[in-house]
């Protein structure tokens, strides 16, 4: 059967598709503000963090992803009062938060009575899996944070460049910071249905930072990107769906393959240009 | 600019330290409205840690500052700052329009704040007060140091401040830009008060006229007169001050008998 007509046949594989759209689009707008303001590894630490909610919630019986939600929450706002404070280096705290999240997680599972549950899915993500739930949450999360992103664009684009002169000038780092962190985790922790926490990391990163190769606008690099983690997206349910392999595993190594490939194409295009042809596109 | 219209930075008893180091220890600073400023010292002698510290960027342990007689929270919003270019990512998708149109963002955060006609006008008008107007529309990184810095000067101008700090600002850039800045800074010193943190003795003995050596304490605070004893006092050891017009960038950790690793 092809894919189409499974699509048009399966509610599952619908629910996977427009979750998978929604978290390209999300993860490109995360994404582009994580690459450019170098926090890809305080998001990693953030989204291991949530594992602890996950196993929280299979300890207590509530949803676990609420638990993921609430440690990832959590993790953000900590990691960024520390951070903020100076207390610590940055790479200390996030090593310190995302081991104690994978931590608390296997101690909640493993306190558990009985045969403990399948944490794959939390873990590599299977989108195949995704409901109804799932597909709101996702085009909630998605619709805040493209609100919040557009309506301080401009602030946006102050801070990233250079906070330091935006908090001299009055505008709210501290606010931002936190706000940034908080849309991270949340963003992180609804991605997590499609690669899982330990792959949503390449999801943040390669269509932001193969978008950074191909145009200069702040705004443009969103887009790009998530036309490009679309494309990822797709391809690698595509992929899955053909050879019936792990998704999120599929769409994690055909963002970061793709990835290379831009960068190299890009390499060769400026070689051959006599390096001209960054400054060309960028104009 | 030149005659003296009170007190545009006040600082006194300032101490600062990271962890156990101590950066700024009890020091006293006057700037007069109208001051053209030159601040020096080793690295590590606390020239940056002085310019965060007014800008109410650091924490400090002790001491009182005061812009313009107003408190620090206030004052600071009187204050443009011009950071060292090599702090940036020349990668960062914007473009120099842009750069400069942040220095007009107002305070807080405004929903859906976009840049009025008059304000890209105005940007405009500021890139070619600094002379690369043309080069509005181009990416940050299609710049040398000298545009770049420029640039940043012409960000801080949109913020119309009372008082300007500047971090090194030639310290990555060609002999002619360098020129071009100082002589921008000297044209623009008819309207603000200056504060210019820099290795570059060839601006101090030519351009400013004050200075101060800072060496986690104030060393010396007066004309820019420089003798050996203070530089030497300064930087702990004897250093070469003809500048030969390329600006000494001297170590705070010396090193062997023979004098300082300038």
Redesign the interface.
């Given at each position: 059967m092809l894919m189409l007509e499974a699509v048009l046949q399966y509610r599952f594989l619908q629910y996977a598709i427009a979750t998978g759209i929604l978290a390209s689009v999300l993860g490109a707008v995360i994404g582009v503000i994580v690459v450019?303001k170098r926090l890809v590894m305080m998001s990693g630490g953030i989204t291991h963090t949530a594992y602890g909610g996950v196993g929280l919630g299979y300890l207590a019986g509530f949803e676990p992803m609420i638990g993921a939600f609430a440690f990832a929450i959590a993790a953000a706002l900590g990691m960024g009062y520390i951070k903020r404070k100076g207390t610590f280096k940055s790479d200390v705290i996030i090593g310190l938060f995302w081991s104690l999240g994978m931590a608390l997680g296997v101690l909640f599972i493993s306190m558990m009575k009985g045969y403990p549950p399948d944490l794959s899915s939390y873990l590599f993500g299977n989108i195949l899996s995704v409901g109804l739930t799932d597909f709101t949450i996702m085009a909630l999360v998605t619709a805040v944070v493209l609100l919040i992103v557009v309506?301080?664009f401009?602030?946006w684009?102050?801070y990233?460049?250079?906070d330091?002169?935006?908090?001299?000038?009055?505008?709210?780092v501290p606010?931002?910071d936190y706000l940034i962190f908080v849309m991270i985790a949340v963003s992180a922790v609804a991605m997590i249905r499609v690669t899982g926490i330990i792959l949503v990391i390449a999801l943040l990163t390669a269509p932001a930072a193969a978008a950074?190769l191909l145009?200069?606008?702040?705004g443009?690099?969103m887009v790009i990107a998530g036309i490009l983690g679309t494309f990822f997206t797709m391809g690698g349910l595509w992929v899955s769906y053909m050879l019936d392999i792990s998704t999120g595993a599929s769409i994690v190594i055909l963002a970061v393959i793709s990835y290379f490939l831009i960068w190299s194409a890009v390499r060769i295009l400026a070689v051959n240009a006599g390096g001209r042809v960054?400054?060309k596109w960028?104009? | 600019m030149n005659e003296s219209r009170g007190t545009a930075i006040h600082v006194s008893g300032l101490t600062v330290a990271y962890g156990n180091n101590l950066a700024l220890d009890n020091v006293r600073l006057d700037v007069e409205i109208g001051d053209y400023m030159g601040i020096i010292g080793p690295n590590g002698g606390g020239k940056s840690t002085l310019l965060k510290a007014v800008?109410?960027?650091t924490d400090i342990m002790a001491g009182e500052i005061t812009i313009m007689g107003k408190s620090l929270r206030e004052g600071?919003?009187l204050?443009g700052?011009v950071?060292q270019s090599a702090e940036?990512?020349r990668?960062?998708?914007?473009?120099v329009l842009?750069?400069v149109?942040?220095?007009m963002?107002?305070?807080?955060?405004?929903?859906?704040?976009?840049?009025s006609e008059e304000e890209i006008r105005q940007a405009h008008d500021l890139l070619g007060s600094v002379g690369i107007e043309h080069l509005a529309?181009?990416?940050i990184?299609?710049l040398s140091g000298g545009e770049f810095q420029k640039m940043l000067i012409a960000?801080a101008l949109a913020?119309k401040p009372k008082i300007l700090l500047l971090d090194e600002p030639t310290a990555s850039v060609d002999a002619s830009s360098r020129a071009q800045i100082y002589d921008l800074l000297d044209e623009l010193n008819k309207e603000v008060t200056i504060i210019l943190v820099t290795h570059d003795l060839l601006a101090i003995s030519s351009r400013v006229r004050r200075l101060a050596c800072l060496n986690n304490r104030l060393i010396y605070h007066g004309e820019p007169e420089l003798n050996e004893d203070v530089v030497t006092n300064l930087y702990g050891c004897p250093v070469d001050l003809i500048a030969h017009g390329v600006p000494h960038r001297v170590l705070k950790e010396h090193g062997g008998e023979d004098g300082c690793s300038c």
């Open positions: 450019e309506i301080f401009n602030y684009k102050a990233l460049f250079d330091k002169f935006a908090e001299i000038r009055g505008i709210s606010v931002m950074s145009t200069a606008g702040l443009k690099r960054r400054n960028m104009s | 800008m109410g960027l600071r919003k204050i700052y950071p940036f990512d990668n960062f998708p914007i473009d842009e750069v149109l942040t220095g963002l107002p305070k807080g955060l405004k929903p859906f704040r976009r840049y529309r181009n990416h990184s299609a960000r913020a």
